[in-house]
């Protein structure tokens, strides 16, 4: 598990970018409902490493992040893509420990 | 191929007849071959006096026939006709032979024989080429300071020559012989109210007399009216009716009738049964037709005949619809109440400038026709009623707004008299599922493609077959744009998160979000990433900056009007160069800046911040640019100073957030080199004033912006700009340019124009109110984000190692700045190969 920030750092439907030890990003969501969430950050329909950077929502009740490039949305607590559910990105385990946002390997 | 059609002459029913053939022969029977004496080919003559908005011969044209079938012969007359054995002859010598010929000649001016009629300076007014000899006449007054024309002829032709010289600035005098304008069209009633209001466009109406003489008297022309009076000119314009173009059937020996035209039959059969003759050089049933939508339909009967059908012509609708001078007149069915027993019922309304009447049969049971002058919205509705039985009292037809019954056209009721398209067409392909919207039934049925008065019935008849136009912003709100502006506005609300909780569901979206940060921002309230409106923005929005396909971002300073200081210019070039970025100039007169990463953002805003610059907002739904010509400090040609009203408009409207970008420009002359014309206002300057242009569009469905007020000063201007902008703001959907926003409103521009204009709703102060609020609060949102740590701080590349750079981003060089190296994807399989390619 890497901490990688604290709770209050992160605002409601707001991800942040994180990078961890072995070089790759994650995509860290705190929802307005208060669940926490981290998501590989690198888009695989851009390549581009910029999940961390759309907009978060719900689609038909499902908690997604939109990715900003083509707009194709994501399961946050899956990674599923919900456009195209050949794809998607991975999921990471996340703890929040006294108040400290930690996240661990795929 | 089997048989040739030959055609004389490519005008708007030549051209029709073309693509009525093309269409239906789809087994390529017929091979075309067309022969035009102009040397372009076809284009709109119905819209001719709108070449003078713009000068644009283009934007007359008509589809080109883009067709192996088709061969066209520009500046190639026919001049022979061997019937025997079925030759043509053209002034190039060309030789072809025929299996069909039509004869679609058309018609020429009637000039009218007043002595002095061939002097430079009169004209006539048929073509592109007469508007170009009116303009350069025209130009050569003005120059020496002078602005005096005669129009002769009252009627249709005469008052659109009327408006083609008014948009030259010149308020001419109309001489008409009958006893009122338009005689054809409009009844005594209508012709009164029609004169007083194109009097107050400065026209001068002579009804009742014509011109004896015209004279030159060294640079003028001295026209004297049989009444008495004399005018003292510069120009004068024949347009006064036409003459068919019979003389090649006259000379071949084909019938022709006493008064001119070609005499055909139901079938457009000339006496020669080879031989069709359409549009206004063909006598039908003793008539000569001066008007488009007759030709058209005997262009479809022909296409028909050739292909072996049955067709014949159906007779012509003479309605009309149009807007001269800025007022709407239309004219329907038996307008004149020449059947027996008619009776009329009129609505003369001095004080609002409107006329209408409605013609009913004796027993006031039967819709004959009608005339409506300064306001025809009704006229979509009634036309198609003609001939058929009148819902309650005929006075409700055209009494005030809401007080008429609730009408339904019965099935077989033509909607679209440009196309001859039936209600119960229209009915089947909704009905059937291929068209869900007006956009589906134009295409399925070209209803609406025409003059386009029909598209509010088109909207009114998929209501009627239960079609729902949901106008709902997303999963989460029922309501539209529209109605969730009015509710933001009216009830106070400031947060996404109290709107969605108390007028819609869920948490939101990327398409709920972004909409509504886009309204909270239009109502001034605070910078865009002040607390929980950071969350709703989409990432351009929320980094200040233009996500590029790499994940970094590209920076625009603003330049207003695209005037530039060279310490200016020196110190983007200087920040471009420290941070290693991408430099290319825009459309939009200034300079984008790509390949910033999130942390080098604040970086680079601060140098430029310190030197004066201030947010671009190329990233924002909002006002871009106001692009400039150089106007009348530099040019030779220029008569306003286009640079300085371009700057002011930019830091008017700058930080405008709108439901789309919005773009303008200004154009110091009438030879647009800015552009205007394409952008969503332009602005055109003219000797009094300024032009005020508004609905253009580049990008995929280009369109030109149409004219809204002409000569207006600069004060006056900006409150019309003031009032379009935030009408547009509140009324539009997400992410609607003003183009097809303007198309959606019903009434279309000219309600727009009631509404910004004559203030018809009594908004304008109010929205004007609302634009003076925008101007007192704008404030830099760069400046802003530098100012605020807590914003700065989201400026980072991650939250755990800030300023570490992203190690997905890598650049190349390619002509000596770099680039960047397209990604590798990993999840398709196609990507790396892409990558490669592009290297």
Redesign the interface.
């Known amino acids: 598990m890497?901490?990688?920030?604290e709770l209050s750092?992160l605002?409601?439907?707001?991800g942040?970018?994180?990078?961890l030890p072995d070089?790759s990003?994650v995509a860290?969501f705190l929802?307005?409902?208060g669940t926490v969430h981290a998501l590989g950050n690198?888009d695989?329909?851009?390549?581009?490493?910029?999940l961390s950077?759309?907009?978060?929502?719900?689609?038909?009740?499902v908690?997604?992040v939109?990715s900003?490039?083509y707009?194709e949305?994501f399961e946050l607590t899956t990674g599923k893509c919900l456009d195209d559910p050949s794809?998607?990105v991975p999921v990471y385990p996340v703890v929040v420990i006294d108040g400290v946002v930690q996240v661990g390997s795929p | 191929m089997t048989r040739t059609l030959v055609i004389v002459g490519h005008g708007m029913v030549g051209h029709r007849l073309v693509e009525a053939l093309r269409e239906k022969d789809v087994t390529d029977q017929w091979r075309i071959v067309v022969f035009a004496e102009e040397t372009r080919p076809a284009y709109d003559r119905v819209a001719l006096s709108s070449y003078v908005d713009n000068w644009d011969a283009d934007s007359l044209s008509l589809a080109p026939h883009d067709d192996d079938a088709v061969e066209l012969h520009l500046n190639d007359q026919v001049v022979h006709i061997d019937r025997d054995n079925k030759v043509v002859r053209t002034t190039s010598g060309r030789v072809q032979s025929y299996d069909a010929l039509v004869l679609a000649t058309g018609s020429v001016p009637f000039v009218p024989p007043v002595p002095g009629r061939d002097l430079p300076g009169c004209h006539v007014y048929r073509t592109i080429e007469d508007l170009d000899g009116i303009r350069a006449t025209v130009e050569a007054a003005h120059s020496s300071g002078r602005h005096a024309g005669m129009v002769l002829g009252g009627g249709l032709l005469g008052l659109e020559a009327a408006n083609a010289l008014r948009g030259m600035g010149i308020s001419p005098h109309v001489v008409e012989l009958g006893p009122r304008l338009m005689p054809l069209q409009v009844d005594e009633g209508g012709a009164g109210l029609l004169k007083r209001l194109v009097e107050k466009l400065d026209l001068t109406i002579h009804t009742g007399t014509s011109a004896s003489s015209i004279e030159r008297d060294g640079d003028r022309l001295i026209a004297k009216l049989s009444n008495g009076v004399e005018l003292d000119l510069d120009v004068v314009v024949f347009s006064a009716g036409i003459r068919p173009r019979d003389e090649l059937a006259r000379s071949f020996g084909l019938q022709v009738g006493e008064r001119g035209g070609i005499i055909v039959d139901q079938a457009c059969r000339t006496s020669d049964e080879n031989i069709y003759a359409i549009g206004e050089c063909a006598n039908l049933g003793g008539m000569v037709y001066g008007l488009v939508a007759p030709g058209y339909s005997m262009a479809e009967v022909v296409a028909d005949r050739l292909l072996g059908g049955e067709a014949e012509f159906p007779g012509a609708d003479m309605s009309t619809k149009l807007k001269l001078l800025g007022v709407d007149v239309a004219s329907f069915g038996d307008a004149h109440a020449k059947e027996e027993g008619a009776l009329e019922v009129v609505v003369n309304d001095a004080v609002a400038g409107t006329y209408a009447k409605v013609v009913v049969s004796d027993d006031a049971k039967t819709l004959l026709g009608g005339i409506l002058v300064g306001d025809a919205t009704k006229y979509p509705m009634l036309r198609p009623l003609v001939g058929r039985p009148v819902p309650g009292d005929p006075v409700a037809l055209i009494g005030p707004a809401g007080g008429g019954p609730e009408l339904t056209l019965p099935h077989d009721a033509q909607v679209c008299s440009c196309h001859a398209v039936i209600k119960q067409d229209i009915v089947d392909v909704i009905n059937s599922g291929e068209a869900v919207d007006v956009p589906g039934i134009k295409a399925c049925t070209k209803a609406g493609t025409g003059c386009g008065s029909c598209v509010p019935l088109l909207k009114k008849l998929l209501s009627e077959c239960g079609v729902e136009q949901s106008r709902a912003l997303c999963e989460h709100f029922d309501h539209s744009r529209a109605d969730l502006f009015e509710i933001v506005r009216s009830t106070g609300i400031t947060t996404f998160s109290e709107l969605i909780s108390r007028h819609g569901r869920g948490r939101g979206c990327d398409l709920c979000k972004p909409a509504i940060a886009s309204i909270l921002a239009s109502l001034d309230n605070g910078h865009v990433l002040e607390g929980e409106q950071a969350t709703l923005q989409d990432t351009n929005d929320r980094f200040l900056a233009n996500l590029q396909r790499n994940g970094t971002y590209s920076v625009v300073p603003r330049i207003p009007g695209g005037e530039i200081t060279p310490e200016k210019l020196i110190v983007i070039g200087e920040v471009a160069r420290d941070f290693g970025l991408y430099t290319k100039i825009t459309g939009g007169q200034r300079i984008d800046l790509f390949g910033a990463t999130v942390d080098q953002l604040p970086q680079i805003w601060k140098r430029l911040v310190d030197a004066g610059f201030e947010s671009g907002h190329a990233y924002g739904k909002a006002l871009r640019t106001v692009k400039s010509c150089v106007g009348t400090t530099w040019c030779r040609y220029g008569v306003q100073d286009s640079v300085s009203l371009a700057i002011e408009l930019e830091l008017r409207y700058r930080g405008l957030r709108s439901p789309h970008k919005l773009k303008s420009a200004v154009s110091g002359c009438a030879r647009e080199c800015a552009e205007a014309r394409g952008k969503d206002f332009g602005v055109i300057a003219t000797e009094n004033g300024w032009n005020l242009y508004v609905g253009g569009n580049g990008g995929f469905t280009p369109r030109h912006a149409d004219l809204i007020a002409s000569d207006v000063d600069t004060e006056t201007l900006i409150k019309l700009i003031d009032r379009f902008l935030m009408f547009y703001i509140r009324t539009a959907d997400r992410l609607q340019r003003t183009s097809t926003w303007i198309e959606s409103l019903e009434g279309g521009l000219d309600h727009l124009r009631a509404v910004i204009v004559d203030d018809s709703l009594g908004i304008c102060a109010d929205l004007e109110a609302a634009m003076a609020k925008h101007v007192d609060n704008y404030a830099d949102e760069w400046r802003g984000v530098l100012e605020d740590p807590e914003k700065l701080a989201r400026f980072t590349s991650f939250v755990n190692a800030p300023g570490t750079p992203d190690p997905t981003i890598s650049f190349r060089e390619e002509r000596g700045q770099k680039v960047p190296v397209l990604l590798g994807v990993p999840s398709f399989s196609g990507a790396e190969n892409q990558a490669e390619v592009s290297r």
């Open positions: 890497t901490p990688v920030c750092v605002q409601p439907d707001r942040v970018a994180a990078l070089g990003q860290v929802t307005s409902a690198i695989p329909f851009s390549g581009a490493a910029v950077r759309g907009i978060v929502g719900d689609r038909g009740g908690p997604v939109v900003p490039v707009k949305a794809t998607g």
